[in-house]
């Protein structure tokens, strides 16, 4: 399986961290926190990794190269402006080839990768699986409901997306050129049934601020 890690956004959020940097390169314990992410690709079998720039994308390809160091062969999708998440993984529709693939954003913090990506089975009719958190403080009603493995627009026990999915190409057919973000086409899977999605178990942050950079930072100085 192929995967995708989303590297292309600004990181406003993190300024100034990201005027000089671009945020997958902000260091976690001294370690770019892209790196944790292929560190855990090439753990977990994966031997091709597309990662999509915008900001600051020249840091990123020079940083990480062709992956040979993690044992990955590294391929870039280049984006003049940011195209969002959506539009990002469209553009690079011809590097990610014609079975599922994963997607993960670069700007999150994991210990570990869901233990079922190494064997997973896409359900037949699914267009993408989504990993689903407990609600953050940051998203306390959540995003989206997780009814067995099917995720539905009930507004009871949402849960939070982890920014980590299966996707099948079919699910940007159609879709709009330019930038858009993906809850869009995950809304019209929910409403044909064909989104699917698991619960994330284990340590997750969504390094997306100051305050939680240094969340993850002390977590490390803990021994944790």
């Not at 959020?13 to 976690?28: E, V």
């Not at 560190?39 to 990123?60: D, H, P, S």
């Not at 553009?91 to 693939?101: E, N, R, T, V, Y």
Request: hydrophobic share 40%.
């Amino acid at each position: 399986m192929k995967a995708m890690i989303l590297a292309a956004g600004r990181g406003k959020r993190l300024k100034p961290f990201t005027d000089s940097t671009p945020k997958p390169l902000i260091k976690i314990n001294n370690k770019p926190l892209i790196c944790y992410h292929l560190e855990k690709l090439a753990k977990a079998g994966v031997k091709e990794v597309i990662i999509n720039t915008a900001w600051l994308g020249e840091k990123i390809t020079q940083a990480l190269g062709d992956g040979e160091k993690w044992g990955l062969k590294i391929s870039y999708s280049h984006e003049s402006e940011a195209l969002e998440t959506g539009g990002g993984i469209k553009k690079a529709l011809p590097l990610l080839g014609d079975d599922p693939f994963l997607v993960i954003n670069g700007d999150i913090f994991i210990d570990e990768l869901p233990a079922s990506i190494n064997d997973f089975v896409m359900p037949k009719n699914a267009l993408a699986c989504l990993w689903l958190v407990e609600n953050p403080k940051h998203n306390h009603a959540g995003d989206y409901a997780l009814k067995v493995n099917q995720i539905t627009d009930s507004k009871n026990q949402k849960l939070t997306f982890s920014g980590i999915g299966i996707y099948r190409k079919e699910l940007f057919k159609d879709c709009p050129n330019g930038a858009f973000a993906t809850p869009l086409l995950f809304n019209q899977a929910i409403q044909k049934k064909q989104l699917f999605g698991e619960k994330l178990n284990g340590y997750w942050n969504d390094v997306g601020t100051p305050q939680r950079l240094e969340e993850v930072n002390q977590r490390f100085e803990q021994g944790r």
